[in-house]
Nanobody, 125 residues
Framework: QLQFVESGGGLVQPGGSLNLSCAASGRSLDYYAVGWFRQVLGQEREAVSCISNNGLRSMFADSVKGRFKISRDNAKNTVYLQMHSLKPEDAAVYYC??????????????????WGPGTVVTVSS
């Protein structure tokens, strides 16, 4: 029973930075590619960034390339998302879930994965 808990969200000014954490429990994260998604009220949930199980491969949405970084520490069973130069349009609820291994073709939630509560990121002056 793999379960993810997101944390690190909060209020940040435009141009600021914020670091999110995704802590897994129930199973080892060693064999799971993991993705960060976000959703704004009234809009579709979109993939932000995904990372392979060994951390050697990653992908980013065009909207965040050059500003966000994804990393993982399998020993801590945790995946991270470092967000820089934040824009108002980055404000959303951020979620992490296991994703399909073929991340180069786009981040897709693993069919059996479920959405957790997420963590809220607010970008405002």
């Amino acid at each position: 029973q793999l379960q993810f808990v997101e944390s690190g969200g909060g209020l940040v000014q435009p141009g600021g930075s914020l670091n999110l954490s995704c802590a897994a429990s129930g199973r080892s994260l060693d064999y799971y590619a993991v993705g960060w998604f976000r959703q704004v009220l009234g809009q579709e949930r979109e993939a932000v960034s995904c990372i392979s199980n060994n951390g050697l491969r990653s992908m980013f949405a065009d909207s965040v390339k050059g500003r966000f970084k994804i990393s993982r520490d399998n020993a801590k069973n945790t995946v991270y998302l470092q967000m820089h130069s934040l824009k108002p349009e980055d404000a959303a609820v951020y979620y992490c879930v296991p994703v399909s291994h073929d991340i180069e073709t786009g981040c897709r939630k693993w069919p059996s994965g479920t959405w957790g509560p997420g963590t809220v990121v607010t970008v405002s002056s």
